[in-house]
């Protein structure tokens, strides 16, 4: 199942979610399953944050590598 909604797709609907408090309508114009909309409204963390634990580089590094590439 691919996931047809963006990271800034989930932001937004959280945020016209919190205004109107009304989640499934919101979830279902947005095109986000309602339980990964309610889930990041009570402080669930995007995928990409949740799990930099288990990352090879850190973010500093990775940054640092990036840099170093483009030189």
Do not use: F
């Not at 114009?29 to 090879?56: C, E, K």
């Not at 940054?63 to 590439?69: E, G, K, R, T």
């Amino acid at each position: 199942m691919a996931i047809s909604y963006t990271e800034e797709d989930l932001r937004k609907a959280c945020a016209e979610a919190q205004q109107t408090r009304q989640l499934r309508p919101v979830a279902q114009r947005w095109a986000i399953p309602p339980t990964t909309l309610y889930r990041r409204l009570n402080g669930a963390l995007p995928r990409s944050v949740a799990h930099q634990d288990y990352q090879r580089l850190s973010i500093t590094q990775e940054d640092h590598l990036a840099n170093w590439i483009r030189i």
